[in-house]
């Protein structure tokens, strides 16, 4: 009976703990964390400075997509300088929907922009496995998306996943960047 009363004493207080501990998984995600998501915030200051994104945006020819990213897209490739560390910065605009034309989105780009997908090179040993880039998926008002299971999209995204920016991108070579096939960054 003693035995029977310390098992379940231990048992409800497994559950609590358990109850009271809040999602482990947000602590030990891989992105998506209150350090990526402020981190995504500082970037895109720096972006909206820079007129890489916002009403003030600097434009280029759109030139057809492929999922996931919009079915016409804008790339443009600088260098940025974030929290003190300069390293650099492919922001890809996004424009969509399915069967947009080059045409639509020049004429009204704001009207058609679906996202800002992001790729900043930060500090040495950031992710070193994934050539530290930090990756961000912003909606057109600067505000962070969220994956189907309501993670910002900011940080690692999907490392370790069969799915996301990194376990596509890592198929694009060392650069981890499938439209420089002609240029080397530095």
Known sequence: MKVQFIAKAAAKTAALMLMTAGPLSAQDA????TADTDYAAMLWEVMQANNMVGPDAI???PYEGVEPHGKM???FYTKATVDGHTGDLIVKRNYGPEGVTIDQVLGEP???LGAVTVMFRREAGYDADNQDWFWVKYLPDGSLDKNPKGM???GRVAKG??????ACHSGAGEDYLFTTDAIKMN
């Open 73 to 75: 897209l804008e790339t």
């Open 110 to 112: 704001d009207k058609h």
């Open 152 to 154: 910002q999209l900011a």
């Open 161 to 166: 996943a069969d799915a996301g920016c990194i």
């Open 30 to 33: 891989p992105f998506g964390t």
């Open 59 to 61: 434009r280029s020819f």
